[in-house]
């Protein structure tokens, strides 16, 4: 019996998985991100280092045989790139970053969520300007098209208008964190009775946040009830509209919507913060936020935007692979000039599969190469 959350992916499913990441590493390849692989296990105080409790309790952790430190196994691929931006690769200007592989998680994220999820996603580092938001969203919707998800709803929040509105009442840790759960859950009753021990104008802002959803109104709605708040809601709520119009200009028929209290990932992302949803799906199908200046403990402050997805979560749409058709059968056997038929085959891109003597349970092929006119030929198999 295999773990809770945790799967194998027979040769079908596997076969599609495998289709789907071939084809979205090529997709960020022609818009100029270059694969990169991490490794699956690190030192802790290097892979957790400045990213905060979130993802400190998703890491199994274990000791190094060979030098007695604490190794964790990468619960998210997005810190490792940040690292390899800042220390291993060192460059200037714009730096754009896609990868490939499995994490793991002590814990599934959602009821439904495998805990050894095959991460796939893009990073873009050093661009600190609303464009690269909105090439990174973009690509990302673009990934669900590959995938063949349609009805996608993208979510747009930003972790910067949350945290102005707290800065301004002047909320002790504890306050804060009580207020951050009940506002993750939208629980108004909860967020009522905690919003009580606030000043008059923090507490209409929290409990207006929860609220605060819906088309691009919310925008408006949010400068009238956020008037008294510093600057940087008005920042955050400018570089939402910017986001929303990029995007459009570009997907015309994007589905938008503002949730100003989506806080997921507030104690890692720094400003804009986005998922991606649709019909039949019980959670978000891909994510991503800016993350500026996770590079700072690696030696360099750098700006950061991205996103990442489940491979395993984007299969229902997909068309099963046809491991049956498409295939010659061989017969196993050391005729002349027999193998060096197969090699060719296969090395044209041909499927062949050996048929073994005596096998009664035969491949399914379509064709089947045998020796007529002194030549080995393929043909529709009868």
Known sequence: MLPDGVEELLPQQAAKVESLRRRLLDLYACWGYELV???????????????????????????????GRMLG??????????????????????????????????????????RCPIQVGAELYGEASVHADIEVICLMLETLSVAGIGGVRLDLGHVGIYRAVVEAAGLDRELEQELFD?????????????????????????????RLHGGEEVLERARDLLAYAPKAVETALSQLAAVAAGVRARLPKADIFFDLGELRGYHYHTGLVFAAYAPGFGRALANGGRYDDVGQVFGRARPATGFN????????????????????AAPAEDAEGLWEAVAALRADGERVVSVFPGQTDMPACDRELVFLDGLWQVRARS
């Open 37 to 67: 692989m991490p490794p699956l296990m690190e030192f802790t105080d290097s892979l957790l280092i400045g990213l905060g409790s979130d993802l400190d309790l998703q890491t199994f952790k274990m000791t190094d045989q060979m030098s």
């Open 73 to 114: 196994i990468r619960p998210d691929i997005t810190p490792q790139t940040a690292r390899m931006d800042a220390h291993s690769l060192n460059r200037e200007g714009p730096v754009r970053l896609c990868y490939a592989g499995s994490v793991l998680h002590t814990r599934p994220k959602s009821l439904l969520a495998s």
């Open 182 to 210: 009940a506002l993750q859950r939208k629980s108004m009753p909860e967020l009522k009775t905690l919003a009580e021990r606030l000043p008059a104008a923090s507490r209409d802002a929290l409990l207006g946040l929860a």
């Open 309 to 328: 997805t489940d491979l395993k979560t984007l299969l229902s749409n997909l068309p099963d692979e046809d491991a049956a058709g498409g295939a010659i």
